[in-house]
């Protein structure tokens, strides 16, 4: 952080001396005004003093400008940037000691949290890349048990669960990495559930959908829409739903399906990682947890909604 050995009033001596001026200024006038309205003629005496008056509280304007209004604007300007996922430089310039205590503290907090989420990815990536290829190997030598003619019956069945056993773990390694890779993506933007509608009927054919709201504005990219949208949409068909309905709002976006919808034990417990009821069927249970977490890295949240019929998901845009 640039200048810092510059001396830097204090916050209080601001505020005090920027309202003392202002008094100051307001008797002086008075004073002023006394002595000279006399001589001059008071019209022309209260001129001179409003312009004197109105540059002298143009100049403290700008000394508050710069001291207070200016370091706070930098500050949010540069905690938005980074909430963006955008490489910004962290500002310079902090008018007060205070100001320059609080600046420090949230810089040193955001270089903390991007040192955390680097941990977290790297240590990711690398559990991912060592366990990947066990896994692999695992599924290759299953593939060559079950080509040979001298196992019984049991040994069989046992080589079709570690078989079973080894999708489910590549299953998981997959969701694993799509949950990193959602988390930094940068899906800012804005889009139109119309701009992806087409795209939908592609990849979900055996939907039926219902659109309203089509035409409005929501917060997000269309890749980090059509990635959202996916997930429920997959989570919705293999529960047996044929139908979605989706409504855009100016600051929300409703997906109702006409499945069987969530019961009450597991409605706390659907965007836990690894929570799943189709275990057996292949599911990993990161579906509506990636789905979840995109939306938090983007200022946004998801939660279940009470439905008559089948699930129903709203997208809040806008959470702070």
Do not use: C
């Given at each position: 952080m640039?200048?810092?050995d510059k001396?830097?009033?204090?916050?209080?001596?601001?505020?005090a001396?920027?309202?003392?001026?202002?008094?100051?200024?307001?008797?002086?006038?008075?004073?002023?005004?006394?002595?000279?309205?006399?001589?001059?003629?008071?019209?022309?005496?209260?001129?001179?003093?409003a312009?004197?008056?109105?540059?002298?509280?143009?100049?403290?304007?700008?000394?508050?400008?710069?001291?207070?209004?200016?370091?706070?604007?930098?500050?949010?300007?540069?905690?938005?940037?980074?909430?963006?996922?955008?490489?910004?430089?962290?500002?310079?310039?902090?008018?007060?000691?205070?100001?320059?205590?609080?600046?420090?503290?949230?810089?040193?907090?955001?270089?903390?949290?991007?040192?955390?989420?680097?941990?977290?990815?790297?240590?990711?990536?690398?559990?991912?890349?060592?366990?990947?290829?066990?896994v692999?190997?695992?599924?290759?030598?299953?593939?060559?048990?079950?080509?040979?003619?001298?196992?019984?019956?049991?040994?069989?069945?046992?080589?079709?669960?570690?078989?079973?056993?080894?999708?489910?773990?590549?299953?998981?390694?997959?969701?694993?990495?799509?949950?990193?890779?959602?988390?930094?993506?940068?899906?800012?933007?804005?889009?139109?559930?119309?701009?992806?509608?087409?795209?939908?009927?592609?990849?979900?054919?055996?939907?039926?959908?219902?659109v309203?709201?089509?035409?409005?504005?929501?917060?997000?990219?269309?890749?980090?829409?059509?990635?959202?949208?996916?997930?429920?949409?997959?989570?919705?068909?293999?529960?047996?739903?044929?139908?979605?309905?989706?409504?855009?709002?100016?600051?929300?976006?409703?997906?109702?399906?006409n499945?069987?919808?969530?019961?009450?034990?597991?409605?706390?417990?659907?965007?836990?990682?690894?929570?799943?009821?189709?275990?057996?069927?292949?599911?990993?249970?990161?579906?509506?947890?990636?789905?979840?977490?995109?939306?938090?890295?983007?200022?946004?949240?998801?939660?279940?909604?009470?439905s008559?019929?089948?699930?129903?998901?709203?997208?809040g845009?806008?959470?702070?």
């Amino acid at each position: 952080m640039n200048g810092t050995d510059k001396w830097r009033p204090s916050l209080w001596f601001v505020l005090a001396g920027a309202l003392g001026s202002t008094l100051l200024l307001s008797l002086l006038g008075m004073v002023a005004l006394r002595y000279l309205g006399p001589e001059i003629g008071f019209k022309n005496a209260a001129y001179m003093l409003a312009a004197i008056i109105g540059a002298l509280t143009v100049v403290i304007w700008i000394l508050l400008l710069r001291l207070l209004l200016r370091p706070v604007i930098a500050l949010q300007t540069y905690a938005e940037s980074v909430g963006a996922g955008l490489d910004t430089a962290p500002p310079e310039h902090f008018g007060t000691i205070e100001l320059r205590a609080m600046g420090r503290q949230v810089l040193g907090m955001a270089t903390t949290l991007s040192n955390r989420e680097k941990t977290v990815r790297n240590f990711t990536d690398h559990v991912i890349h060592e366990v990947k290829t066990p896994v692999t190997t695992v599924q290759a030598a299953t593939e060559l048990l079950e080509d040979s003619e001298d196992l019984t019956a049991a040994d069989r069945k046992l080589v079709s669960q570690i078989r079973s056993a080894g999708k489910q773990m590549q299953a998981q390694l997959a969701a694993l990495r799509e949950m990193v890779m959602a988390r930094e993506a940068n899906y800012h933007g804005s889009t139109q559930l119309v701009s992806v509608f087409d795209k939908l009927l592609r990849e979900h054919p055996e939907m039926e959908f219902k659109v309203e709201g089509g035409a409005i504005a929501l917060p997000m990219s269309g890749d980090g829409i059509m990635l959202v949208l996916g997930h429920l949409i997959r989570n919705s068909a293999s529960y047996g739903a044929t139908e979605i309905q989706l409504e855009a709002q100016s600051d929300k976006l409703i997906v109702q399906d006409n499945g069987p919808g969530v019961s009450d034990g597991n409605r706390g417990r659907i965007f836990d990682p690894f929570f799943t009821t189709r275990r057996e069927t292949g599911g990993t249970g990161m579906g509506l947890y990636i789905v979840s977490s995109l939306l938090q890295a983007h200022g946004a949240e998801i939660t279940l909604a009470a439905s008559d019929k089948g699930a129903r998901f709203e997208v809040g845009f806008g959470v702070k």
